[in-house]
């Protein structure tokens, strides 16, 4: 559930959880799972397909955002600027950035664009998930984008583990000797707290961390 307490802004759950207050209703559960996936399809994989064009940097204006959601569904037609904005400020996984009255999605995209996220504030040591048949390949040639435009590191075994989930039971976990690499000249961005961004990370700064 999504709701705006007066004095602490938008959260997730029936009360602030600063002050215990109810605060005002914006979306239901349900409501806000769609939204979320709406948000997903538009600023990550197909923005075309709601009359919007990004930035060179993935960036939409938030108002051109919302009359596009509701020229587009008819399921949200009541959906407002601020609806998008407390979704975008709640989400737990730091999906989304609203920054001058625009919004993006900051990692998962499909979509051909530029990211530009901090550089600075990266670990020493990063960790990509991978397959019993894919690991050994990734530890010869490397990992480069698949699915996405860029390479998505996690910043704990744990969330490695769990975004590797998605494909399989037991994800074989590989770590990156982030420092080195960055020493090298290999970019990484800081993309949400526990999501780090590359174009690509060579074989040399690869091993295995963990094999299920």
């Not at 004095?7 to 005002?24: K, Q, T």
């Not at 538009?42 to 709601?50: D, S």
């Not at 587009?72 to 999906?95: F, M, S």
């Not at 990063?126 to 397959?131: A, I, W």
């Amino acid at each position: 559930m999504l709701r705006e307490c007066k004095e602490h802004g938008y959260f997730r759950g029936e009360v602030c959880p600063i002050c215990g207050s109810r605060g005002r209703f914006l979306m239901s559960d349900r409501e806000l799972e769609y939204v979320g996936r709406t948000l997903a399809g538009v600023l990550r994989h197909f923005p075309h397909i709601y009359g919007l064009r990004m930035d060179e940097h993935g960036w939409v204006e938030v108002n051109r955002l919302v009359k596009a959601i509701k020229r587009k569904n008819a399921k949200l037609r009541w959906i407002k600027q601020h609806h998008i904005i407390a979704v975008v400020e709640t989400d737990p996984k730091g999906r989304y950035e609203h920054r001058n009255g625009r919004v993006r999605a900051t990692y998962g995209h499909t979509v051909n664009i530029e990211l530009d996220h901090p550089t600075d504030g990266i670990p020493d040591t990063l960790y990509y998930p991978s397959t019993e048949e894919e690991y050994e390949i990734l530890l010869e040639t490397g990992i480069k984008p698949s699915d996405k435009i860029m390479v998505h590191l996690s910043g704990s075994v744990e969330a490695a583990e769990e975004a590797g989930k998605h494909r399989c039971s037991n994800p074989v976990i590989l770590r990156v000797d982030a420092k080195s690499a960055r020493e090298d000249g290999v970019v990484i961005q800081r993309a949400a707290p526990m999501i780090f961004l590359a174009k690509e990370i060579p074989a040399k700064y690869l091993s295995v961390e963990r094999k299920s």
